[in-house]
């Protein structure tokens, strides 16, 4: 019980200083890892490695509006390489640092072969913002991307910069 009750506390002091963090005017840069092996894809049936990047303003307290860009990697054979450019937002529960957010995406698949395509999906996120100074966070979340025949779910962890 002591365990819980000391992690209670310790969640609460962190949570007290994160809250100048989400304010109007504020800037934020994410670069996070995706996938880690941990993530899948429905229409490859494949683990996938991917590196996301993640920046913009706080326009109103606790919403920002992101400008997002992508790589994504497939193992297993598969020459398919997805370039994703997007923009979304999130909204930070600023009493917690929990974060929820969503994404409209234009997304490059690059087969190797000449057959590419470009699609438009659709993101969705949920994670926490843990402070481990005043200004970086460590972002863990769990995220959901999906378009007209692939959808993909995931893991990513990833570091926020408040400026």
Not at 109 to 124: P, Q, V, W
């Amino acid at each position: 019980m002591r365990k819980y009750a000391l992690a209670l506390v310790c969640l609460l002091a962190v949570a007290g200083t994160a809250r100048a963090q989400f304010e109007k005017g504020k800037w934020v840069v994410n670069p996070s890892v995706t996938g880690l092996g941990f993530s899948y894809d429905t229409q490859l049936d494949k683990a996938s490695f991917g590196f996301d990047v993640n920046g913009g303003a706080f326009l109103l307290d606790n919403v920002a509006l992101l400008i997002r860009g992508g790589l994504n990697w497939n193992e297993g054979g598969s020459d398919l390489d997805v370039y994703s450019l997007g923009v979304g937002g999130r909204y930070y529960i600023e009493q917690v640092g929990i974060y929820m957010g969503a994404n409209v995406n234009v997304d490059r698949y690059d087969y190797g072969r000449g057959a590419d395509h470009t699609r438009f999906s659709l993101g969705l996120e949920a994670g926490y913002a843990f402070f481990v100074s005043r200004t970086v966070t460590l972002e863990p979340a769990v995220y959901w991307n999906v378009n007209g025949d692939r959808s993909k779910i995931g893991v990513k962890l990833g570091f926020g910069f408040y400026f």
